[in-house]
């Protein structure tokens, strides 16, 4: 698992790793995604929790644009111990 760590870390705009317990680790890493169809660029937020063996994931892309409001959100996540399972429903309540 470390070296999957340091591999994420060294794409990432933003990334917390953050011990919940003796067995739990919640990582949240944010990356800069190219939408060549839109010329622009946006934010993809990842949540991973690992718990012993068992792990969760998910990913939201295209979250903004704005890297103030990326940041923001990610603050938020970092702080909240928000669960994979529910970051697609707080990102949709934070950007609406």
């Known amino acids: 698992m ?3 760590l340091k591999s994420l870390s ?4 933003f990334y917390f ?21 839109y010329h622009r660029t946006a934010y993809a937020f990842t949540l991973r929790l ?5 792990s969760e994931c998910a990913t939201v892309e295209d979250v903004t ?3 103030d409001k990326a940041e923001h959100i990610f ?8 669960y994979p399972c529910h970051l697609q429903d707080i990102i949709v309540d934070l950007i609406a």
């Open 65 to 67: 644009c704005d890297r």
């Open 17 to 37: 790793a953050k011990q919940l317990d003796n067995n739990t680790v919640l990582i949240c890493d944010v990356t800069m995604m190219p939408l060549f169809e």
């Open 75 to 82: 603050n938020l996540l970092c702080t909240g111990n928000v």
């Open 50 to 54: 690992f718990h012993g063996s068992k």
């Open 10 to 13: 060294a794409a990432s705009v």
């Open 2 to 4: 470390t070296e999957h």
